[in-house]
């Protein structure tokens, strides 16, 4: 991969910060944030574990579902998606893909990170509007390629009230959605809700065996397939792609 930075994950920045404007916070932790909203859980190797108590592992800085945390707004994006994009990278995700090629994505944390030049920030707190704006400059764009808005991460859905808001106020104003997903989330809390506001869904399925797929991402994939199979029974459009990883699914056999 081409990153040549380290990330400080000790390094929080001031909770306050935003891209565009300073946003009022709440005093609730993303912990108890995500025990509300992860009342699923899977089973692990006998062990019944929820998705909220791993997230819980991995941050504990406040958080607000009417704004959101993100790390990136990408424009001109031909690769996530129908036609030319503008991509709005969330923070936060459940999995440690080894391989992540967004490690900045994986806490929800405000961090700092380290590269050869100059430390960068990565994190900021933003508002629906604030987004739109943005996403609303390249309409011309969407309007001739066929193209739109994506929300990625991380893992997007995470933020499941902001991603859904976000995605109705796309549509409102005409523009395609579409989100790039693990589905590593409850169906019916923090799935099916936005599905009627998603022209596309793009779904990573990295391998069929849970055993593998946990010993490389940190979570078994039950879940993820049968997310899979109940997206496509829903009649959405769901895209089915399966990164090829050197030492994890790279054999003719996978």
């Known amino acids: 991969w081409s990153h040549k930075?380290?990330?400080?994950?000790?390094?929080c920045l001031s909770k306050g910060q935003s891209a565009f404007s300073t946003n009022t916070r709440t005093g609730h932790t993303i912990g108890d944030f995500f025990n509300q909203i992860f009342s699923a859980c899977y089973i692990s190797a006998g062990k019944c574990k929820t998705a909220a108590r791993v997230f819980n592992q991995r941050s504990s800085h406040n958080v607000n579902s009417n704004i959101c945390r993100f790390f990136d707004i990408q424009k001109f994006?031909?690769?996530?998606?129908?036609?030319?994009r503008t991509v709005v990278f969330l923070k936060g995700c459940i999995l440690r893909c080894r391989w992540c090629c967004n490690p900045e994505s994986q806490s929800y944390r405000i961090q700092e990170l380290k590269t050869e030049k100059k430390n960068k920030v990565v994190g900021y707190d933003t508002t629906v509007g604030e987004v739109m704006q943005k996403v609303m400059q390249d309409m011309p764009y969407y309007r001739r390629s066929g193209g739109g808005m994506t929300l990625s991460g991380g893992e997007a859905l995470c933020q499941t009230e902001f991603a859904n808001a976000l995605l109705k106020e796309a549509k409102a104003q005409g523009i395609n959605t579409a989100v790039e997903t693990t589905a590593c989330l409850p169906f019916e809390s923090m799935i099916?809700?936005?599905?009627?506001?998603?022209?596309?869904?793009l779904m990573d399925i990295k391998h069929t065996d849970s055993e593998k797929h946990e010993r490389f991402t940190t979570m078994r994939n039950e879940l993820i397939l049968d997310n899979a199979r109940r997206i496509a029974e829903s009649g959405s459009h769901l895209i089915i792609r399966v990164p090829t990883i050197p030492t994890f699914n790279d054999t003719p056999e996978e």
């Open 5 to 11: 930075h380290t990330l400080q994950n000790g390094s």
């Open 77 to 84: 994006s031909t690769h996530d998606g129908p036609g030319i």
């Open 192 to 201: 099916a809700p936005h599905l009627p506001y998603l022209d596309t869904v």
